[in-house]
Nanobody, 126 residues
Framework: QVQLAESGGDLVQAGGSLRLSCAASGRAFSSYAMGWFRQAPGKEREFVAGISWNGGNTVYPDSVKGRFTISRDNVKNMVYLQMNSLKPEDAAVYYC???????????????????WGQGTQVTVSS
């Protein structure tokens, strides 16, 4: 079992940057694939980044590729999402998620993740 807590959400101007953090509890964290999702009002939850257990594989959808970077620190039990060149359409609640399935494949669907944080709000002003 793992518990996740996101932080770092804020109000930022379009074109700006923000770094989200996800603190994980549990000794098995280093074996989990991790992902970031977001959900805007009235929209479905959307995958924005994923990373394999050892950080060797990362996955991004086209909507954020080149602007967002996911990383992890397995010593500190942390996952990060660096977001650059933010756009108003990036505004949403951002969630951290964990998939305990042993695999080098990074899951990109919400149903593949077993554990979720409470989310952190990102607002982008135009």
């Amino acid at each position: 079992q793992v518990q996740l807590a996101e932080s770092g959400g804020d109000l930022v101007q379009a074109g700006g940057s923000l770094r989200l953090s996800c603190a994980a509890s549990g000794r098995a964290f280093s074996s989990y694939a991790m992902g970031w999702f977001r959900q805007a009002p009235g929209k479905e939850r959307e995958f924005v980044a994923g990373i394999s257990w050892n950080g060797g594989n990362t996955v991004y959808p086209d909507s954020v590729k080149g602007r967002f970077t996911i990383s992890r620190d397995n010593v500190k039990n942390m996952v990060y999402l660096q977001m650059n060149s933010l756009k108003p359409e990036d505004a949403a609640v951002y969630y951290c998620a964990a998939d305990p399935t042993p695999s080098y494949v990074v899951p990109a669907h919400s149903y593949e993740y077993n554990y979720w944080g409470q989310g952190t709000q990102v607002t982008v002003s135009s």
